[in-house]
């Protein structure tokens, strides 16, 4: 294999890279934003008449919580439970270790009988106390139940609301639905033909696709809401949080892990970094602008069916 001489200098630094990537990210910030923003605009609109109900409800909600690790607007909460779990990350590792996996499922690419991807059938109440093993699709299923449920508690509701503006979006980062043996491409060295660093399949996804749509989060928010015509939101809005979850493995297969042939730099270690190019950009930018707006369109119809008729708080 041979490298193209601007990216020899770099391709040392690849197995550090790899070293010093966190095992797992989500949707960068500015993903998780992006995505609560539209569902926000989505329920402060007229179109729907349990939309002032719905929003209502979120904001009474979370009007009451005073955690710190986050702003407490229903647009910075989006980033709450990553911030919870990464909040003794360094330390004892008790969030960590409880909350990581619920952040994804790992369905496996190309066959290989994986073990069933979300192993877990019954689960606590509430669902805030577990099972650590337990994967996306079902702590979205269970966070919806127990903020349909007048009987929940007010913290356990405000817990269950905070955890679905999150994990609705990480459902639809392909990668988070999606496994190679490699942590969701987190293990996958990649180099973007555009800039030297070296990075991973997954980060790529989660940060500079998202930062190559262009604009602050808010500007791109405003951008991906007003493309979205209603025939594509009553589509969205149907389905269930599994079938969002094959919906973002098959992008995943398709287009994620669909990497340019040939194209590799390789350190002094042997170890190999995919060099990905405008071509694979091409196809990935669309991906990612529609599975932000379908997320925050997503959200917004979870949380109308969940708040819309409850009784106030
Ligand atoms: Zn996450």
Redesign the pocket.
Known sequence: LRACPRHVLFATLIAAALLAAPDV??WSDAGHLVIASIARARLSTRADPRNAAALKAAQALLAGDTDPLTRPDFVSRSLW??RW?DSDREGTRERYEATRRW?FVNAQVGGGQADDPCPVQQWPRPASAGPAEDCIVNKIGQFAAELRDPATSLVEQRLALKYLL??VG?LHQPLHAADRQDGGGNRLATVSASSPEVSNLHAYWDRALVAKLGGDWRSLARRLERGIAPAQERAWSAGTPAQWAQESFARAVDVAYALPAGRRVVDEQGTEAVVLDAVYDERAIPVVAEQLAKAGVRLAELLRRALAARPPT
């Open positions: 990210f989500a439970a990553d779990r952040h999150h994990l990480d």
